[in-house]
């Protein structure tokens, strides 16, 4: 990593800049830009439909304080996208200094991008700010996932100290859809405490905004959810005002990737018409 | 009786602050335990102890933080007469609920005290196109809370202060009765939260718009779970 070098100036200022539009019936990546660390790999076409799919990457390994990364995705009206990533996410440790990644989405009529990057593994004592802000034009839709892993509770690390930030907005022009805007600061009681993490590591939402939903569906989601054997995980589903909203909270990254790619799954199959499409990054 | 000393304007402004927190506010905010129900059943909350934690722990990182900063902005608006931007406070508030049943909460208690507002302070009304937006849109509590504020010449803390303990006391009256807990471990419950309940108010009386953050997912799983609980004495 170049930051290791010390000073602060050798902090990384990624920057990403995608443009998806239509031609014919496909969606395409126009010139994308890319600067170190963001990295983004050649656009594939699993499936029919038009959708392109396409991996971010990090070629540092992971966040220092002091990085800043920087992410504008862009969809021409009618295009669809699925954006993920090549592996987890990693905020290490600061002594003070933040890391932050900074996301700009705007999608244009009809658009319809699935933003579901793989998880967040925020180490004890980082301090990491992360803003997401999704404008929607008329008819376009968003679903999007987030999951994060506070400590690395593999090696019986808890996040004691240290901020976590995470601000997701959704406007659709001057509206806002969905707010959520999220702080944990590590402490020996937000871990423990019920209000807090209820000693689970890992947080997840996923939120699918653009479109009225009847609580049937909400219920049909409820209906998705299969913990693991002896889980203690806890999960909710809720209507927003246009969409939905999945939030989960327990320890295991399978259980809750299981559940959130069974909602995607409902989602896709009721109302796009369509079974998803794993990613084959996520296969290996 | 020279030792007491009162100025009646101040005065003035404390009995309608005393009138607007009051638990008589015909609001209906008794009808809410905001996932209380569902934590007692759970076992989660089981004791004065475990509310007081549960209750101290949301007024240093929960939602009524950024709830209560928003009423603030509320106020300000209608004390500067900026009414664009209770508009734009109260969409941003609906869209940054939690849940769909906490939603609903804020926007009935709001549609209440507007009315109120309306039918009480004719005079010093609010424009009516506002009213007719927020009444459209559904008003949160909170922007309805800072309205009546602003009109009766409350000031700024003392309206703050005001909405954070007729939370608390709502929802450690909740806790009495789901628990359940005596009247008098109630009222040392209140006592205790005084502290947070402070520094609350001096933290959110200075907080910048970029900070209106909260950590939500203990409220927010407890609420949703409650929107499915199948026995309940709450609506929320």
């Given at each position: 990593m170049s930051a290791a070098n010390g000073a602060a100036s050798a902090s990384w200022q990624g920057k990403l800049h995608l443009n998806y539009g239509v031609t014919g019936d496909q969606t395409r990546l126009r010139a994308p830009f890319a600067q170190a660390p963001l990295k983004i790999q050649r656009p594939f076409y699993?499936?029919?439909?038009?959708v392109c799919h396409s991996i971010l990457l990090h070629t540092a390994g992971g966040m220092v304080g002091g990085d800043r990364l920087s992410i504008d995705v862009n969809l021409a009206p009618e295009s669809k996208a699925l954006l993920t990533s090549a592996a987890a996410a990693k905020i290490y440790g600061s002594i003070g200094t933040e890391a932050s990644q900074n996301i700009q989405i705007h999608l244009g009529a009809n658009a319809r991008l699935e933003w579901l990057p793989q998880e967040t593994i925020v180490f004890n004592q980082a301090q990491f700010r992360q803003t997401l802000r999704v404008t929607l034009d008329p008819g376009a839709q968003w679903l999007g996932w987030d999951i994060v892993r506070l400590?690395?509770?593999?090696?019986?690390?808890?996040?004691?100290?240290g901020n976590w930030r995470s601000h997701t907005e959704i406007w659709q022009g001057n509206r806002p859809l969905w707010i959520d805007r999220q702080r944990l600061s590590g402490s020996t009681e937000t871990v423990a405490s019920p209000h807090g993490l209820a000693h689970s590591a890992l947080v997840g939402s996923l939120a699918w905004v653009g479109m009225a939903v009847t609580p049937d569906f909400v219920e049909a989601i409820r209906t998705q959810w299969h913990p693991d054997p002896g889980s203690s995980a806890e999960i909710g589903v809720t209507r927003l005002q246009q969409g939905l909203l999945c939030r989960y909270r327990g320890c295991s990254t399978l259980e809750v990737q299981r559940w959130f790619r069974a909602v995607w799954q409902q989602i896709r199959t009721e109302c796009w018409g369509r079974d998803i499409c794993l990613p084959r990054v996520w296969q290996r | 009786m020279s030792n007491f000393q009162s100025s009646s304007q101040a005065d003035g402004a404390l009995l309608r602050l005393l009138q607007l927190a009051?638990?008589?506010?015909?609001?209906?905010?008794?009808?809410?335990s905001e996932g209380l129900e569902t934590l007692v059943s759970q076992g989660v909350i089981g004791t004065a102890a475990d509310l007081e934690q549960w209750l101290s722990q949301e007024l240093r990182w929960g939602a009524i933080r950024v709830d209560a900063a928003v009423m603030l902005r509320s106020f300000e608006a209608v004390r500067t007469q900026n009414w664009a931007q209770v508009t734009d406070w109260n969409r941003w508030l609906s869209a940054a609920r939690e849940t769909e049943e906490l939603r609903s909460q804020h926007w009935q208690m709001g549609r209440s005290l507007l009315h109120l507002l309306l039918e009480t302070q004719a005079a010093v009304s609010l424009p009516p196109t506002l009213v007719q937006t927020l009444e459209l849109e559904s008003c949160n509590y909170a922007i309805a809370f800072g309205a009546m504020a602003a009109t009766w010449e409350i000031t700024a803390p003392a309206a703050l202060l005001g909405y954070l303990q007729s939370w608390a006391t709502n929802l450690v009256n909740a806790g009495v009765k789901l628990i359940p807990l005596g009247q008098t471990v109630g009222q040392q419950l209140l006592l205790s939260l005084h502290s947070p309940l402070l520094q609350a108010q001096a933290d959110l009386l200075h907080l910048a718009d970029s900070d209106l953050e909260s950590w939500s997912w203990g409220l927010s799983l407890a609420s949703m779970a409650h929107e499915t609980q199948y026995s309940r004495l709450f609506r929320s």
């Open positions: 699993p499936e029919a439909g038009g400590g690395r509770s593999a090696r019986g690390e808890e996040f004691q100290s | 009051s638990p008589a506010l015909p609001v209906g905010a008794y009808s809410y």
